[in-house]
């Protein structure tokens, strides 16, 4: 994979900031963002600074141990970021963030690790919470080595979540899955009990999860009645029969409205 360019990369950092403020995944001048530039370079969001707020001055490029480049002081969680770098070379940026039901799930002691949403799992897999570690601290880089090493979104006990993925983009709708797995599960739980996916449901999720990836061909798109009704096509259409057949795809929603409107 070959890194992005540099100001392509300052571009997506200070859109996807942005968009992460909005969100209210970091408040004040929480979180930070990296992008992989290459040759032991990255880019990174200088410390102290609202994300929502950023501008092309509050970018520092660091080398592989932190040390600014060029720009302003480097963020306090630069080491987060560059320790997931080292143990994932098809990683290109890295998100750290402060979502805020999936912190809360560690304050109660829960975990988000059990198989619950289909597209979560497909998605991320499983979500690891980490061990404890100060924020800003080097034992923060430490405690996430492991997890890191297997997942993409990874939860940080009482501080927030690091996402990572081949682009800031990427990683970034991690972190929206990531808070909507916690958002969804502390839902259902004040409902009631909540289900784990069993192993048959499992089974067919990681197929097609399979499927997904080897490209596999997508179902023949169903045929459209006047009646509202979707039949499969079943063998190849005719030139003819796929005129006919888009004319009445196009003139069903007419005749079903005249239908109901008693007008025949």
Known sequence: MTPISESSARRE????????????????????LSVRLGRGRFL??????????????????????GNTIRGGRVSSEVLLHLAAYR????????????PPYAVAFTLAGESLADALLPEVVMSLGSI???????????????????????HDAVILDRHGSLTVGTTLWEAYHKLERLEFAARVTHSAR??????????QEMAQVQSSLE????????PAKPRFTISGRYTPALKPRSPLESIVDADIERLAPLVRRIIEEGRM
Request: with cysteine; charged share 25%.
């Open 211 to 218: 499927r997904y990836r080897s490209g596999a061909a997508k």
């Open 44 to 65: 990174v969001t200088r410390s102290g600074i609202c994300k929502g707020d950023l501008t092309d001055r509050d970018l520092v490029i660091c080398d592989e141990f």
């Open 190 to 199: 004040l409902l009631g009990p909540v289900r784990p996916l069993s192993p």
């Open 13 to 32: 950092v200070i859109a996807v900031g942005k968009r992460m403020y909005e969100k209210n995944f970091v408040v004040a001048t929480d979180g930070n």
């Open 128 to 150: 690891p919470t980490t061990l404890f570690a100060a924020p800003a601290s080097p034992e923060g880089a430490d405690v996430i080595k492991e997890a890191i090493g297997k």
């Open 87 to 98: 143990l994932r070379p098809d990683v290109l940026a890295a998100i750290h963030a402060h």
